[in-house]
């Protein structure tokens, strides 16, 4: 596996333009929100998480698999992702919280934070870089992630 540094560098390298950065500042969190949410809508049925039903469906599924993933990445931007999975897994309540039905909301959040991510790299002059490598889904929250620690001097 690549270290997460190295990720990060080649994610980087194609969002430099500053408007693109500010376009995934917002854009990025939303499709996470939106993914999160969409994968809550099916039942996961663990006899283990019976007694909490807010957790027993994909979306924590998908949180729990994501997080293994940074884990063995980097476990500083690992436990900073926890966090923006707990605030994620929070955000989806307050959606199904909203008059319109929650895959409703999250499918035009997905769609219209997609649009936002392409116009982003139309500016930039650059394809996504998930078009070389999916894996970069997942590195899109960390690259993120990690300009928040560069800020406030946090390693990882």
Not at 122 to 151: A, C, H, T
Request: aromatic share 14%.
């Amino acid at each position: 596996m690549k270290p997460a540094q190295r990720w990060l560098d080649e994610y980087g390298e194609s969002h430099q333009h500053p408007l693109n950065e500010k376009i995934h500042w917002i854009c990025v969190p939303l499709i996470m929100l939106s993914l999160v949410a969409l994968f809550s809508l099916l039942p996961l049925n663990l006899s283990i998480l019976n007694q909490y039903p807010n957790l027993n469906h994909w979306g924590f599924a998908l949180v729990v698999l994501a997080s293994l993933y940074y884990f063995f990445l980097s476990i500083p931007l690992f436990a900073g992702m926890i966090s923006v999975s707990v605030l994620m897994l929070i955000g989806v309540d307050l959606l199904a919280a909203l008059p319109l039905p929650l895959w409703q909301t999250a499918l035009v959040i997905f769609v219209v934070a997609w649009i936002g991510q392409f116009y982003g790299h139309k500016i930039e002059g650059k394809k996504p870089s998930f078009l070389k490598d999916v894996q970069f889904l997942l590195i899109g929250p960390l690259w993120l992630l990690s300009k928040l620690y560069g800020r406030y001097g946090i390693t990882y």
